[in-house]
């Protein structure tokens, strides 16, 4: 089980929020600290532009970038990552995988991307198992479920996101496997050790972890020593 410690940068400042609202945005400090101190425990990071997810377009690659020179961490990043240009300045700013959510479900645009890029991840958030769009703000007319079966024609790693439970600590959700061979991280509610127990023995290869850190309820030591 990979754990990715999650910073989500709004305003040049890491934040938490609460089932994707940004109205409910909780600031924790600088993120290249957070990094910093994510690097002595772990070699993945898990990086969301928030401001980039609401406007459409990156806004926080030179924070990105800071943090990818300092600490050396493989980072996956996502947030308002939309176009072509967009993925090329992720992976010019130091990432190793590019997350794309709202693009994914343009079928023709993953491909080109799956073909030109590599370390193409897509996250499927899900709200009611409907899609979650635009910063979540919006719900597509495609199921979870569809937008993986159109997806993994052409990428193999996904982020499986239950937005009702991003941000509130209430424990993962129950999900039946849906996946196969395809690598599979979860992200949403996880709040203690337990919940990721309960998401190897689900079948996920991964787990996003972020308030539970932010708010010390699982020691990153602790954390560090789930493999």
Known sequence: ME????????????VRLVKGEGSSAKIYGDPVDF??????????????????????TLKNLDTVRKIAGETGLWIQLGGGIRTMENINDAFDAG????????SA?????????SEKFP?????????????????????SSMSVISLFE???KYVRRFIYTDVERDGTLAGI?????????????????VSEIRDIKKLEEYGFSGAIVGKAIYE????????????
């Open 3 to 14: 754990i990715y410690p999650a910073i989500d940068i709004m305003n040049g400042k890491a």
């Open 35 to 56: 990094a910093v101190k994510f690097s002595e425990y772990f070699k993945k990071l898990h990086i969301v532009d928030l401001d980039g997810s609401f406007s459409g």
């Open 95 to 102: 990432v190793s995988a590019v997350i794309l959510g709202t």
């Open 105 to 113: 479900t343009d079928a023709a645009f993953l491909r080109i991307a």
């Open 119 to 139: 370390g193409i991840t897509v996250s499927l958030d899900s709200r009611g198992m409907k899609a979650a769009t635009k910063g979540w703000v919006e719900n």
């Open 150 to 152: 159109n997806s993994r």
């Open 173 to 189: 959700s129950d999900l039946k496997k849906f996946w196969e061979g395809e690598e599979m991280i979860y992200a949403g509610g």
């Open 216 to 227: 010390d309820r699982i020691p990153l030591q602790e954390l560090a020593g789930v493999r």
